[in-house]
């Protein structure tokens, strides 16, 4: 869910034009869970094939993917979490919690027939479980387009490659990217889309948004450090926040304690236990260097095969995705594309 940060965010809203030919390194966790829980069908049930797979992760991932390939320039390379680290369990059981309570009240509305309150419930249900990934990466497989493995948390990878200049840009919806350091985070990278709000029972269009890391914190004056500081207050995945802390009391504690050691004994006592360690992780998240990104050609056969002989996709619209791919020279390298000195 990451920390919420919003209400003190410093972004620029662009255009997609505005990011021709940018390279991106893409939360592939956070991306893939928004195409299951919005591309749906009316009453909230996910696409499936007939053998029962899940495949709306596959549709949006394919076709968003390569419109912004071909008609964008865009070069991305997803990145795939890998271990979580031991302080994120009490999340995950909390977000199984959530889904499990939603799971409930989509089939009472289901059972009621009231479908608008089915697909709202529906959205909040979705797990990415390892089918639903392993197609994901065989797919970008086929597609040419590159992916690697985290070590750990995905943003972290993102942001490793962003500061060594081997993307433009981190891609993710949350503002996990910032605390992990990636000077750029582009959000909403998305073609015409829109974002349900499931305590409103409506969506929202989504306009692409950039925030520079250092400008950010210069605008709200503190450093990456007390960014981090800050966020432990508000609550990450990490940890729970303290209540009644939101982010602009948050900034307002460390622009006048500077650290949460110096914090009043009030507040320094609701820390958590181990705040200290998850500060750590995000100044020095595991991250890996054992990865190439290179683009490749489509594999039309293989293709093919896997999305419409083994996913029910229809041979006229993967021919259309193939058809992308070819026009946007996609087999090139990061390498070809950037050169040695550009790697915008």
């Known amino acids: ?133 392993e197609d994901s990466k065989k797919m970008l497989d086929l597609l040419g387009i590159p992916w690697i493995q985290a070590s ?53 269009k989504l306009i692409p948004e950039l925030i520079e890391l250092d400008r950010f914190l210069r605008e709200i004056g503190v450093i990456r450090e007390q960014l981090i500081d800050m966020s432990i207050l508000i609550g990450t995945d990490f940890n729970e926040g303290i209540k009644g802390i939101g982010s602009k009391t948050a900034l307002k504690l460390l622009k006048q304690f500077g650290e949460l050691e110096n914090l009043p004994r009030e507040v320094y006592d609701k820390l958590p236990d181990n705040y200290e360690e998850i500060r750590n992780f995000y100044l020095d998240p595991p991250v890996t260097s054992d990865y190439k990104i290179k683009h490749e050609k489509v594999d039309e056969s293989g293709l093919i095969d896997f999305l419409v002989n083994k996913r029910d996709f229809s041979p006229d619209r993967v021919k259309i995705l193939i058809k992308r791919l070819k026009q946007s020279n996609v087999q090139k390298s990061l390498t070809e594309y950037f050169g040695e000195d550009n790697h915008a």
């Open 1 to 133: 869910m990451g920390v919420l940060l919003t209400p003190i965010i410093i972004k620029k809203e662009l255009s997609l034009e505005d990011l021709r030919g940018k390279s991106f390194a893409v939360d592939a966790f956070n991306i893939i869970y928004q195409f299951l829980s919005l591309i749906r069908t009316r009453n909230g049930t996910p696409l499936k094939d007939s053998k029962g797979h899940t495949t709306s992760h596959l549709v949006g991932l394919a076709y968003r993917t390569t419109r912004l390939i071909s008609d964008y320039s865009m070069r991305l390379v997803f990145i795939f979490d890998g271990k979580p680290p031991d302080s994120k369990k009490n999340e995950i059981l909390k977000r199984k919690e959530l889904k499990e309570k939603a799971e409930k009240e989509y089939q009472e509305a289901l059972a009621k027939g009231d479908l608008s309150e089915a697909f709202s419930k529906a959205v909040t249900t979705s797990r990415l479980d390892r089918q639903a990934l």
């Open 152 to 204: 750990s948390e995905g943003e972290a990878q993102a942001a490793f490659l962003c500061k060594r200049g081997e993307v433009w840009a981190s891609n993710s919806r949350d503002y996990d990217s910032l605390l992990f350091g990636t000077p750029r985070l582009v959000r909403y990278l998305t073609i015409g889309g829109e974002e349900w709000l499931p305590s409103k029972g409506k969506a929202r």
